[in-house]
């Protein structure tokens, strides 16, 4: 639910150390006739404000793009009044939920940031579990609100994730395989388009469609989404399995044998295969039976083939999940998408590459997730990949600024691999500014298209946009 002027002024001044005061405390009075800085629905912040620091984060450190200003926006009003100021600025906006995106796509360095963070108040209708939440609610607030009423929403692990920025690209986790994607358990969303008009997904399906996967900051100011919740399972269990003294040849093995064992997985389970330069992780979980035929039998192939196998005991959710929730950030890295596959196959040409850079050069990291399960069978949406159950990701993370550029070529040779043999889709969650053909990689050409007419209807002047946003048609 959007907050009221009221609860924004309430909660600005009590919550935020009080941001209206600084700001007007921090900025002499303006001598040329601004724009007023701030209204009861939204303020704008420039550099010199103490709150722009904040507002300004993101969790990739090495994004350094510095916005002209930020509006923190508390209701839909506050967000059409921060776009008609961009617009008689002639300003481009792009716009900020949690901030997570691999490649700074919430901010830009010659505008205007929507930061949509204030509306973040959450709202449960216990008869159909339908969750409302605002636009700038994290995961980790979606969690405990839902856990607290025994209800869940499947989403990704990071707890500092928005929910809006990941349910528009798709969203997946451990959940997934049992209930889909977070965008298919979207049922309806506001958005404030580009040109400035309130949107209503229930009046308009095709702006639905789009914000099942192909929603990041392309059409508008998505301020509300609301989504089908699920009743929180009550048990889940999980293992790991961590093989050490890699080489080339026995972490191929190993690789076939995880592709193998996942593919019998029930849907209650999800694996992940994670590998450094000394060792490979696999991670198995469920919310159903242990001693399910698949899971038990994945736990004797990997337990046979690799050096330590450790179990937790089944824990409820509350429990579990903070142990995937990750740095809180900003962290030094570089990730991207390393492709989707249907299997081992469509890996094989590009596996001795990726092993060689990661077996030899520090802080770089190939994960693959188990996808399909419900996700084949999502509704429609501009989300593609539904046919493809697993999903790569390649990652690289420094704490030293002396290792970025070796890191970063690394990450472009496992690029390089992943494209000659010919993995060629990827996820628009995991951007990657130097995909060519990003459009065709994130939402096929048929989907493409038609999110460039959507384009063209919401936002026909580009208003909203980041280096990869839809682009109008020609
Ligand atoms: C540490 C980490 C862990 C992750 N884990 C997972 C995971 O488990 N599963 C998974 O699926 N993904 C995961 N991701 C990827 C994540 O889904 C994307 O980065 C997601 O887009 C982040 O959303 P955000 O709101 O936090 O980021 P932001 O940077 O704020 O936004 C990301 C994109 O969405 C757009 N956007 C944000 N809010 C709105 C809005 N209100 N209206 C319109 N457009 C908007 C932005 O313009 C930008 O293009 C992870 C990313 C990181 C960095």
Redesign the pocket.
Known sequence: MMQTRRTFLRTSAAASAGLFAEVLGASPAQPTPEPPRQTEDVIFLTPDDTAYTAARE???AGILTRPKRIAMCATETGVQQALQRAKSEGWPV?????????E???LNDDGLVIN?SPCNELHLDSRTGLLTAG?GCRLRDVNRFLLAKGRFLP????A???????A??????MFARKWGL?CDHLRSLR?VDGAGTIRDSAADPDLLWAARGG???HF????QLTLQTRVAPRAFSSWKFRAYRLNQALTEKLLEAWFDATAALPNDAFSAWIMNGTQVTVLLTTTGAPEEKGVAAFRRTLTALTNKATSAAPVPLTKALPWYY?EA?P?SFK?TSAGYYKGMADLKGALTGIFKEVLTVPGLVFQINTLGGAIADGPDGAYPHRAYPYLGEAQAYWENAGRAADLQAAIGRIRDHIAQAGIDRH?A??PDIAFHDWPAAYYGRKNYGRLQTLKQRYDPENRVR?PQ?VRLPS
């Open positions: 993101v969790h990739n792009a716009v900020k939920s949690g901030g997570h995106s691999f700074g796509f919430s949509v636009a989403a990704g692990s990071c500092t994730v928005g929910l809006a920025g990941l528009l690209g798709g969203g997946y986790g977070t958005m929603g990041n900051g508008g100011i998505v301020t990750g950030g962290v990730n996820y969650n995991y980041h946003s």
